[in-house]
């Protein structure tokens, strides 16, 4: 039997990612979502409230990372989703993760985060439903401990997490499962 939950926004899995960007002062700002993802070829979306830290220097320096946390900072990705930075001007410096200036754009790279997309923002888009952030990306940067043996990115090396909204859960990725475009391929009828 099927129970009712009413409107709920319960997609599973929502993607966990870490929105980089420089404060005023230059020190690093940096911030855990899961309202986004890609939506074209080179461009993000992120869905943001208007009144995060993040926003204020997205608009200020049109610039921003977006990394994928692995297993191994769940803790720290964890704290700075919970922690404003209008409210802890200091919690990157907090975690004890270590940042450098991206080559590409007005944005800082995590050393601990293995897989990052350098982007600048194209529009940012004041919707009745919130903010959206459309964000170019001009270079993907990874960790040679995350690549295949021809290079690739593996993404059981990165041992992402994803968000369960539904019960407030974080659930380790990593495990291969099938081969996109290919698993259905015996169901394929000419």
Same mark, same amino acid.
């Given at each position: 039997?099927? %129970? =009712? ?7 599973? /899995?929502? /993607?966990?990612y870490?929105?980089?960007t ?5 020190? !690093? ?6 309202? *986004? ?15 995060? %830290?993040t ?6 320096? *049109? ?17 700075? *989703? ?5 409210? !802890?001007?200091? %919690? ?8 450098? %200036? ?12 293995p ?24 270079? !993907?940067?990874? =960790?040679?401990? !995350?690549? =295949?043996?021809?290079?690739?990115? =593996?993404?059981g ?18 495990d291969?499962?099938?081969?996109a475009?290919h ?8």
């Amino acid at each position: 039997m099927m %129970k =009712d939950f009413g409107v709920k926004p319960w997609l599973f /899995p929502m /993607p966990t990612y870490m929105i980089g960007t420089y404060n005023e002062d230059e020190s !690093v700002d940096l911030m855990m979502m899961a309202w *986004g993802g890609i939506c074209a070829e080179n461009m993000v979306a992120l869905n943001l409230e208007e009144d995060h %830290k993040t926003v204020e220097n997205l608009r200020r320096r *049109g610039a921003f990372t977006l990394a994928i946390p692995g297993t191994d900072t769940l803790v720290e990705s964890d704290y700075l *989703g919970l922690v404003s930075g209008n409210k !802890v001007p200091d %919690k990157f410096a907090r975690t004890g993760l270590h940042a450098e %200036k991206s080559g590409r754009v007005d944005a800082p790279l995590i050393a601990e985060y293995p897989v990052t997309l350098e982007c600048r923002v194209l529009e940012m888009q004041e919707q009745p439903y919130g903010l959206r952030v459309l964000g170019e990306i001009v270079n !993907v940067t990874a =960790d040679e401990k !995350v690549l =295949d043996e021809l290079g690739r990115i =593996d993404c059981g090396k990165i041992r992402a997490f994803v968000f369960d909204q539904m019960r407030n859960d974080y659930y380790a990725v990593g495990d291969v499962c099938g081969t996109a475009w290919h698993s259905g391929a015996p169901l394929l009828k000419e």
